[in-house]
């Protein structure tokens, strides 16, 4: 692998970063990255064109906890999806192996990342992806909502194997990753964290679920449209399942052959 330090030496195998897509988080961010540094691990902030009083948050963060912490600013937001993918590009670019996706809101715990990275450690072709177990600060109208695309992804794979395809703490090998994003279009926006898991797992990555506590964001700041996001989400569901209905035979062929090793 490259080397990016001017040492003369070459990364090891196993390189996690950790992107945190941002749109305007300003008051849960300082104490995400708080977590993540506690874990050892880089961290690249990527603001999703945030207004000024959190790409100030993000300059100083950035600017605190050099080199540990660094910055992808995005001119125009993007989504989350869309932030995700730049940030896959740029950990690819930095030659790392791994990424290491949480939310910027505050409602996932950065104290599970260790474990999360222990079981990459372990299998580090396997995506490793948050199911969330809740606490009483999740509105229910949402928590019930999730098992529409819940039963949806278990149509989309004929597997039950993907638990939560919407949590937003996950880690993936990026080699992977890249080439799906390089080949196929993957949804810019809330429909991201489904239809990635999806398609990854048609090609054969294996996903481990790993239960996580996830509280209701921590700054009260939700940016996802219940309008505009169903429609995205609906439509993905439905590129998926015809997507899903000439890759039938190769699902149902996996199921009887049995998870990878």
């Known amino acids: 692998m490259r080397d990016d330090t001017g040492s003369g030496m070459s990364r090891p195998a196993f390189t996690p970063l950790v992107v945190i897509p941002v749109y305007d988080h300003a008051h849960a961010i300082g104490a995400v990255v708080q ?3 506690a874990s050892g691990l880089p961290c690249l902030l990527v603001d999703d064109g945030s207004h000024l009083d959190c790409a100030q948050v993000l300059d100083a963060l950035a600017r605190a906890h050099a080199p540990q912490v660094t910055l992808l600013r995005l001119a125009v937001n993007q989504g989350k999806g869309g932030a995700m993918l730049a940030g896959f590009a740029e950990a690819a670019r930095l030659d790392y192996s791994h990424v290491l996706q949480i939310d ?7 104290g599970d990342i260790p474990r999360f990275v222990a079981l990459s450690q ?3 072709d396997a995506v490793i992806c948050g199911t969330p177990a809740y606490d009483a600060s999740v509105p229910k109208a949402r928590l019930y909502g999730r098992y529409a695309t819940h039963i949806w992804v278990w149509i989309n794979t004929l597997s039950l194997q993907i638990r939560d395809s919407m949590c937003g703490f996950r880690l993936y090998p990026l080699a992977p990753v890249t080439r799906l994003v390089g080949e196929e279009t993957i949804g810019r926006r809330m429909d991201f964290d489904s239809e990635i898991l999806v398609r990854l797992f048609w090609r054969g990555v294996k996903v481990i679920n790993v239960p996580t506590a996830v509280t209701y964001p ?3 700041v939700s940016h996802f449209d219940v309008w505009r996001d169903n429609v995205r989400i609906s439509r993905m569901h439905a590129r998926l399942f015809f997507g899903m209905l000439w890759r039938a035979p190769r699902l149902l062929w996996q199921r009887i052959a049995g998870p990878r090793a």
């Open 218 to 220: 921590s700054d009260g």
């Open 104 to 110: 910027a809101d505050g409602q996932h715990d950065t």
């Open 122 to 124: 372990a299998q580090p």
């Open 35 to 37: 977590g993540v540094l």
